[in-house]
């Protein structure tokens, strides 16, 4: 039995719209990652799971340990129901969080915030001014991972912090360790050039070799700025972890010895921009199925609803991919509609008006922002449903 036919078997008592999440697939996804990682443990990226339960099931797997999650009331909500070692990886300004976070020993004990500047403590000690009792407040300092070249007139990387150097950092440091009301215990480095950037894009041999020189180099470069990073901190305080990496870079990551622990979470879905690696393949797990509701012409069929882009720069590679039945591509002209969207190719003559096609969302998480739940499959079974995020009533961005 092929994955169309166990999906649809498996679902044909459900009406689509419907997401659903194949569990073998989560396990082999999972093995990989931990195959890749060397021992060291990987710290869950929450932002691309959204879904409470099935965090729970992939943190109870050996070799899981902490989420790396996405806002300060995110991580306040994970740990009242339960979970623990949570470490936001964006900075905070929202006052009223922090005010919770400082009032309450268990939260307080168990989140770590990010911080890259001065204004960042100066702003949680404005926000929790209040608080009696105030808890220490745990923070990890974010380092700049880019790479730069050409006298820095060429950057690859998200720009995140503005610490770059072992000793902008050890002044960070040194300041935080001096002020009442914080503790650092962490020290995070993202490199989203090599994590986030696939090194084998379909098609496009002169734009492959650039991205692997880019990657090659700047992976050199990281090595010694980060282990300069982490050994100048150490000099002033203990850290519990050093966190790097993501999805793309794992076995890359896990080579370093400044690095504690890597962060990932692209991975246990496997969404389409992660099918563009050398080092790593995966299997598809996190699927939405769109009912056909019409045939308007021959080769053509229009599915419901669709539109839903992913986040970062516009393009067609942001677009859900049309996974099964193969051989069915969006029509140039409309793309991936609100309420519509037709599709075209030697597939659509074999679908009629109530048949499903299935679709993968090009990144992790942001499928789970527009389904309320996720069915799991095992096998040809649905053997479970499980809220999402917005299932919960929780939608932190």
């Given at each position: 039995?092929?994955?169309?036919?166990?999906?649809?078997?498996?679902?044909?008592?459900?009406?689509?719209?419907?997401?659903?999440?194949?569990?073998?697939?989560?396990?082999?996804?999972?093995?990989?990652?931990?195959?890749?990682?060397?021992?060291?443990?990987i710290r869950v990226a929450s932002k691309s799971i959204r879904s409470r339960?099935?965090?729970?099931?992939?943190?109870?797997?050996?070799?899981?340990?902490?989420?790396?999650?996405?806002?300060?009331?995110?991580a306040l909500w994970l740990v009242s129901t339960g979970m623990r070692n949570v470490l936001v990886a964006y900075p905070t300004v929202d006052r009223a969080a922090l005010a919770e976070l400082a009032a309450e020993p268990l939260a307080a004990r168990e989140i770590t915030v990010m911080v890259d500047q001065i204004d960042h403590l100066d702003l949680v000690d404005s926000?929790?001014?209040?608080?009696?009792?105030?808890?220490?407040?745990?923070?990890?300092?974010?380092?700049?991972?880019?790479?730069?070249?050409?006298?820095?007139?060429?950057?690859?990387?998200?720009?995140?912090?503005?610490?770059?150097?072992?000793?902008?950092?050890?002044?960070?440091?040194?300041?935080?360790a001096k002020r009442p009301g914080f503790r650092l215990v962490g020290v995070m480095a993202y490199e989203a050039q090599i994590a986030g950037v696939g090194d084998d894009p379909p098609g496009k041999p002169a734009l492959t070799r650039a991205i692997r020189l880019m990657q090659t180099r700047s992976q050199r470069e990281l090595i010694t700025r980060r282990g300069r990073i982490v050994q100048a901190v150490r000099q002033i305080t203990d850290l519990e972890f050093v966190n790097g990496g993501g999805?793309?870079?794992?076995?890359?990551?896990?080579?370093?010895?400044?690095?504690?622990?890597?962060?990932?979470?692209?991975?246990?879905?496997?969404?389409?921009?992660?099918?563009?690696?050398?080092?790593?393949?995966?299997?598809?797990?996190?699927?939405?199925?769109?009912?056909?509701?019409?045939?308007?012409?021959?080769g053509v069929?229009?599915?419901?609803?669709?539109?839903?882009?992913?986040?970062?720069?516009?393009?067609?590679?942001?677009?859900?991919?049309?996974?099964?039945?193969?051989g069915l591509r969006y029509d140039p002209d409309e793309g991936a509609g609100e309420v519509q969207t037709p599709l075209v190719g030697q597939a659509a003559e074999d679908l009629r008006?109530?048949?499903?096609?299935?679709f993968r969302h090009a990144k992790a998480g942001e499928l789970c922002e527009r389904f309320a739940s996720l069915h799991l499959i095992d096998g040809d079974r649905v053997v479970d449903e499980v809220p999402t995020y917005r299932g919960e009533g929780r939608t932190f961005l």
């Open positions: 039995m092929d994955d169309l036919q166990r999906y649809n078997r498996a679902t044909a008592h459900l009406d689509p719209p419907f997401a659903v999440l194949d569990l073998s697939a989560l396990r082999a996804n999972a093995e990989g990652m931990l195959h890749r990682a060397h021992g060291k443990p339960a099935v965090l729970e099931r992939i943190l109870a797997m050996d070799g899981f340990t902490g989420i790396m999650a996405f806002t300060l009331p995110e926000a929790v001014a209040g608080v009696p009792d105030r808890q220490e407040i745990r923070v990890c300092l974010d380092i700049d991972a880019g790479y730069l070249a050409f006298g820095g007139r060429f950057r690859a990387g998200v720009r995140r912090s503005p610490i770059r150097e072992s000793d902008q950092a050890a002044d960070l440091a040194t300041q935080i999805t793309g870079s794992i076995e890359k990551t896990a080579r370093e010895r400044a690095v504690t622990e890597i962060a990932a979470g692209s991975g246990f879905f496997h969404p389409r921009l992660f099918d563009f690696y050398r080092g790593f393949g995966g299997h598809p797990a996190a699927l939405f199925a769109l009912p056909v509701v019409r045939r308007p012409a021959p069929v229009t599915v419901l609803g669709g539109g839903y882009p992913a986040s970062g720069t516009p393009g067609a590679d942001r677009l859900p991919q049309p996974y099964l039945p193969c008006t109530g048949d499903r096609v299935w």
